[in-house]
């Protein structure tokens, strides 16, 4: 085949982002240190945020943004079956018990709407996911914590620089945590961190995220400057950010508006072309105002395509085109049915949108003529014309 393959996501790195991170590995200094500290600044100011602790993964943050509630044995979090399942594995990591929401056939977001009925007395956080940088309806989620005296983690894993009602998420409300994967909207390879704007959860996370050791400057205890002596408050873990991974988000960082806005053009040019052809259902916007960070394009191929989902994927990648899968129900996977009884029927909307969607190729350096032809393939895959 002459046309090499075309994945759906590709991180852009630029050569100062590439010099960066040689200039980290010469300097000696390659896990967590000045770069760290840098990135962290960086992203307050950004996110403006008072407290931005950086991580080794957004499942990090969802981890120890659940330990700092201090949950107990039976404690519910009420979040979305539609979404990776890192979502509802840190929720049972924490002891917590995950009970889920259906979600909205066109955002596929959770249906802010059905969280009321699935709150109890053992409720104790409301965790909504940002699907594909589409920013949840905030407002009467934190309106319901409010009445009922509960928590929110937002999981932010793919809504990096998204606005909700003129106001970027992490400058305000509970707890956000954000993902830095290699196909979000910017990487630092592995990574992530948290936001917040509680001192106590903060120093939690500053504390757990590096062995439960109670100085802030651990990291910096072998140079010249440091001191060995230490004490551990708690058994800790090993989140930590690496320098080699600030390396990378410090110059992703200043670009993750202009990725976006790419991400935005293309978007616009599928959902034109699109918008006629009947084997797809397309991704819908809400009413109230937001900024979409485009994270994913993901509409829903239907039953008037000339073959299933799966048979479509594969059509295409015979063709060297990419398409991602995002997601599987996450109630249906083995461990969440044999737990917690979870089973097929439960959350019919996430169950039909897992088993039609798929995402488009979609990332900041893609060319028009690149582009074009996804679009020219999935006419011929689909036997149309355009």
Not at 201 to 215: E, K, N, Q, S
Not at 356 to 373: A, G, H, K, Y
Request: glycine share 6%.
């Amino acid at each position: 085949m002459s046309q090499d393959f075309l994945p759906f996501a590709k991180p852009a790195l630029s050569q100062a982002a590439i010099d960066e991170v040689v200039a980290c590995l010469k300097s000696g200094w390659i896990t967590t240190g000045p770069r760290v500290q840098r990135f962290e600044e960086m992203l307050q100011e950004y996110l403006q945020a008072p407290y931005v602790l950086a991580l080794s993964t957004a499942t990090a943050g969802l981890h120890l943004a659940m330990l700092a509630l201090d949950l107990q044995p039976g404690d519910e979090v009420i979040t979305t079956p539609y979404t990776f399942v890192a979502t509802l594995n840190t929720i049972v990591q924490a002891g917590g018990k995950p009970v889920l929401v259906d979600i909205e056939p066109h955002t596929r977001n959770l249906d802010v709407a059905k969280i009321q009925a699935a709150i109890t007395p053992r409720t104790r956080v409301i965790m909504p996911v940002h699907f594909a940088g589409l920013p949840v309806d905030l407002d009467p989620i934190y309106e319901l914590a409010k009445q009922h005296n509960l928590r929110v983690i937002e999981d932010a894993a793919q809504a990096i620089g998204t606005h909700y009602k003129g106001k970027i998420l992490g400058s305000f409300g509970d707890i956000q945590v954000f993902s830095f994967h290699p196909n979000k909207n910017m990487t630092t390879g592995e990574g992530g961190c948290i936001a917040t704007r509680d001192p106590a959860i903060a120093d939690f996370i500053t504390r757990m995220r590096f062995h439960g050791i109670d100085r802030k400057d651990a990291w910096n205890r072998f140079s010249k400057n440091g001191s060995q002596y230490y004490d551990v408050m708690a058994p800790g873990f090993k989140y930590n950010m690496m320098d080699i991974q600030a390396a990378l988000g410090i110059h992703q960082l200043p670009e993750l508006d202009s990725f976006i806005e790419r991400r935005t053009q293309l978007v616009q040019r599928y959902q034109a072309t699109l918008k006629d052809w009947p084997e797809w259902e397309l991704p819908t916007l809400p009413a109230y105002a937001h900024k979409h960070s485009w994270h994913l394009y993901n509409p829903l191929l239907t039953d008037k395509a000339p073959l299933s989902r799966d048979e479509f994927i594969a059509a295409m990648k015979e063709a060297n085109i990419g398409i991602g899968y995002h997601y599987q129900a996450a109630h249906l996977f083995h461990f969440y049915q044999q737990e917690f009884g979870y089973k097929t029927g439960d959350f019919p909307i996430a169950e039909k949108v897992a088993q039609q969607i798929v995402s488009l190729p979609l990332f900041p350096s893609m060319t028009d003529s690149e582009q074009e032809r996804v679009i020219t393939t999935m006419a011929k895959v689909l036997n149309r014309s355009i």
